[in-house]
C-alpha cells in the first residue's frame, strides 16, 4: 500500500468554475487512490479559509469532505497538518470525519523511514512581521473573539485577510525557501530521512545528506502530489501537463 501527500489545494481561492475545476481534479486523484492507500496525509491548506463556529462550518465544499470520510470510514489514517490559511480547525474533521488533526509540526515512522511534516510557514528568518502575528492569530482568545462575529460577516472578512496576506507575502522576498531548506537540513542532520513541507507553491524534491527534501508544491498550478511506496519517495503530478523539477 502506497502512501499519499498533498498540500496548498487552496479550496475557494478563485472564481467558481476554476474552484470547480480544481475541485475536480483532487476528488479523481482522490476516488483513485483510495483502494491504494492505508495513510493519507494533508500537509496544510487544503482551503484558502476555514473556520468553525461551534454549528456552523463554511459552506462549498460538501463534496471534498464527503470524498476524505470514505477514506476514514474504509480505515485509511487521513492526517491533516494545519497551515497557514486553516489554522482555525475545531473538532469537526476530528469527530465527523475521523481524521486525525495535527496543529504542530510532527514526526511519524512509515516504511521504515523516519519523515518530519511543517507546512513550511515561519521559517523564514526575516519575516518579523509574521513571527509575531502568527501566535495572536492562533491564540484562543483570538478564536474566541472571532466567534462572536456572525458567521457571513465573520468568513468575508476571514477571506479578505487571506487575499490581502498573499498579495503582501507575494511582493516581499523572505527567504522562505532557504529558511525551509535549514530547517530540513536540520531535521536530517537528527537523524530524519525525508521532510516534507508545503506552503511554498514550488514542487521540490532534492537529497541533503542522506535524506531527502520534499516541497509538495500545489494544486493551483502543479496538481502535485508525493507518493511513497516501500520506502521510496516519489513527486508526481495529476493529470497536469505542468513539469516539475525533481530536484536533482
Known sequence: MATFFISDVHLGLGEKEK???????????LETI???????????????????????????YHRTLSALQKFTEQGVRVHYLVG????????????????????????IGLDGKRIYLHHGDGLAQNDLGYKLVKPVLRSKTSVWLFRWLHPDLGVKLA???SHTSRDYSSNRMFDEEKGMERCAEDKIRQGMDIVIMGHRHKP?????????????????????????????????????????????
Request: net charge negative; hydrophobic share 40%.
Open 204 to 248: 521540490n524534491l532534492q537529497k541533503i545528506g542522506n535524506g531527502l527534501y520534499i516541497n509538495l508544491g500545489d494544486w493551483i498550478t502543479f496538481n502535485s502530489y508525493g507518493e511513497l511506496t516501500k520506502g521510496v519517495m516519489t513527486l508526481k503530478t495529476w493529470n497536469s501537463k505542468v513539469k516539475i523539477s525533481d530536484g536533482t
Open 34 to 60: 483510495l483502494s491504494s492507500t492505508d495513510n493519507l496525509f494533508i500537509v496544510g491548506d487544503l482551503f484558502d479559509f476555514w473556520f468553525e463556529y461551534a454549528t456552523v462550518i463554511p459552506k462549498g
Open 84 to 107: 497557514n490559511h486553516d489554522f482555525w480547525m475545531g473538532d469537526y474533521f476530528a469527530t465527523e470525519l475521523g481524521m486525525e488533526l495535527h496543529f504542530e509540526p510532527f514526526e
Open 159 to 161: 477571506r479578505g485577510f
Open 19 to 29: 474552484e470547480k475545476e480544481k475541485e475536480d481534479l483532487l476528488l479523481g486523484f
